[in-house]
Antibody, heavy 125, light 108 residues
Framework: QVQLVESGGGVVQPGRSLRLSCAAS????????IHWVRQAPGKGLEWVAAISYDGSKEYYADSVKGRFAISKDFSMNTVSLQMNGLRADDTAVYFC??????????????????WGQGTLVTVSA | EFVLTQSPGTLSLSPGERATLSCRAS???????LGWYQHKAGQAPRLLIY???SRATGIPDRFSGSGSGTDFTLTISRLEPEDSAVYYCQRYFYPPYTFGQGTKLEIK
């Protein structure tokens, strides 16, 4: 069965760094895009970053551009989110989610059908 | 900037009633890329509808979606207590993969 498991959350001081990981299993990792979505306390869902199926393209929300970096490790079937220059407004539960896939010369987008349970990041002095 | 605006902000209904949730986009896009999610506190979001009107795997037929262009609707017929949650629409093609701000559905 499809599983996405996040890890790496915790409490960090403003300006410091943290690296989140998303371990994927139960599907062909190499054909799917993976996304990070966050939910700040009392707020709605906010898309943060995405990496294409082959790892060649990265996309970021304006709120994290230049501070966060997403990467894909095909040997470990994991996606990482390196978060630098953390701010108090980065405090949130971070979810990874499976996006569209590319296969047979075409790409298909059917929503974010699978999500992890989330990992909490708290940025506080 | 592409924006999805959901209404109402909060909806309070009784079991057995019908809920109608709206999602309006700031610019037109293909309904192929519009999804609806249910999110309960402490849980992962759950995909309900993709392609504006197709139910995701395991989603009961009480949930239905419609719309095109800039106006989309999620309808939940015959509300049950477990439908209490926040519902989000999302455009899931081309960054940013914007979510609406959510509609909180309360079951009395």
């Amino acid at each position: 069965q499809v599983q996405l498991v996040e890890s790496g959350g915790g409490v960090v001081q403003p300006g410091r760094s943290l690296r989140l990981s998303c371990a994927a299993s139960g599907f062909t990792f190499s054909i799917y895009a993976i996304h990070w979505v966050r939910q700040a306390p009392g707020k709605g869902l906010e898309w943060v970053a995405a990496i294409s199926y082959d790892g060649s393209k990265e996309y970021y929300a304006d709120s994290v551009k230049g501070r966060f970096a997403i990467s894909k490790d095909f040997s470990m079937n994991t996606v990482s989110l390196q978060m630098n220059g953390l701010r108090a407004d980065d405090t949130a539960v971070y979810f990874c989610a499976r996006g569209g896939y590319c296969s047979g010369g075409g790409c298909f987008y059917l929503g974010f059908a699978y999500w992890g349970q989330g990992t909490l990041v708290t940025v506080s002095a | 900037e592409f924006v999805l605006t959901q209404s109402p902000g909060t909806l309070s209904l009784s079991p057995g009633e019908r809920a109608t949730l709206s999602c309006r986009a700031s610019q037109s896009f293909s309904s192929t890329y519009l999804g609806w999610y249910q999110h309960k506190a402490g849980q992962a979001p759950r995909l309900l509808i993709y392609g504006a009107s197709s139910r995701a795997t395991g989603i009961p037929d009480r949930f239905s979606g419609s719309g095109s262009g800039t106006d989309f609707t999620l309808t939940i017929s015959r509300l049950e207590p477990e439908d209490s949650a926040v519902y989000y629409c999302q455009r899931y093609f081309y960054p940013p993969y914007t979510f609406g701000q959510g509609t909180k559905l309360e079951i009395k």
